[in-house]
């Protein structure tokens, strides 16, 4: 079993930051990759941004250059640098461990972008 244990969320003004940190622990074998995700009331959970274990990233169109994720694999440990924060960048955001056999889920932390 793998648990997944996010961090880092608050309340910032527009154009403010925020860096999210997503842990994970436990059964860690045949890792592939670790993304973020984010749901806003109303709307489908999105993907927001995803490292595989070589190192590679992919972004959403809506954060790119604005958000940047990395990772710290000693600690198992991703990243998401978030800049230039919007309101609509609003949301819970949730990170997601991915394996060859499972993907797993952290309960999310909550993001406001409010003046």
Not at 12 to 20: A, D, F, I, M
Not at 28 to 50: D, S
Request: proline share 3%.
């Amino acid at each position: 079993q793998v648990q997944v244990v996010e961090s880092g969320g608050g309340l910032v003004q527009p154009g403010g930051s925020l860096r999210l940190s997503c842990a994970a622990s436990g059964s860690i074998f045949n890792f592939l990759l670790m993304g973020w995700y984010r749901q806003a009331p109303g709307k489908q959970r999105e993907l927001v941004a995803h490292i595989m274990r070589g190192g590679s990233t992919s972004y959403a169109e809506f954060v790119k250059g604005r958000f940047t994720i990395s990772r710290d694999n000693g600690k198992n440990t991703v990243y998401l640098q978030m800049n230039s924060l919007k309101p609509e960048d609003t949301a819970v955001y949730y990170c997601k461990y991915v394996t060859l056999n499972d993907a797993y889920w952290g309960k999310g932390t909550q993001v406001t972008v409010s003046p």
